[in-house]
Nanobody, 120 residues
Framework: QLVESGGGLVQAGGSLRVSCAAS????????MGWFRQGPGKEREFVAS????????YYIDSVKGRFTISRDNAKNTLYLQMNSLKPEDTAVYYC???????????????WGQGTQVTVSS
């Protein structure tokens, strides 16, 4: 089970951190990822992190602004978002999978999402 939190309304240029609390079974030894779905858009991959945290991947549009991290002791995934832009407005979902990847089909477990709105 995955539960996101931390979404909200922020002005452009601001920062926000979203979190994803997972059950131990869902979190342990799984690749964790963040996806987002903006208004009228398809869900897209944002970032992922290996289960030990040593490997991270980002889409180009968030590189240098977003940081994915995980605390395995707390079974929690984070996405720190800085220098936010209006185009970052979306529902942000966390996902888990033993293998992971960069596509929706690569992840078997999903949270319900948390809304992030960036005003201009």
């Amino acid at each position: 089970q995955l539960v996101e939190s931390g979404g909200g309304l922020v002005q452009a240029g601001g920062s926000l951190r979203v979190s994803c609390a997972a059950s131990g079974r869902t979190f342990s030894r799984n690749v964790m990822g963040w996806f987002r779905q903006g208004p009228g858009k398809e869900r897209e991959f944002v970032a992922s992190i290996s289960w030990r945290g040593g490997r991270t991947y980002y889409i180009d549009s968030v590189k240098g602004r977003f940081t994915i991290s995980r605390d395995n002791a707390k079974n929690t995934l984070y996405l720190q978002m800085n220098s936010l832009k209006p185009e970052d407005t979306a529902v942000y979902y966390c996902a888990a999978d033993p293998e992971g990847g960069t596509k929706e089909k690569d992840f078997g477990s999903w949270g319900q999402g948390t809304q992030v709105t960036v005003s201009s």
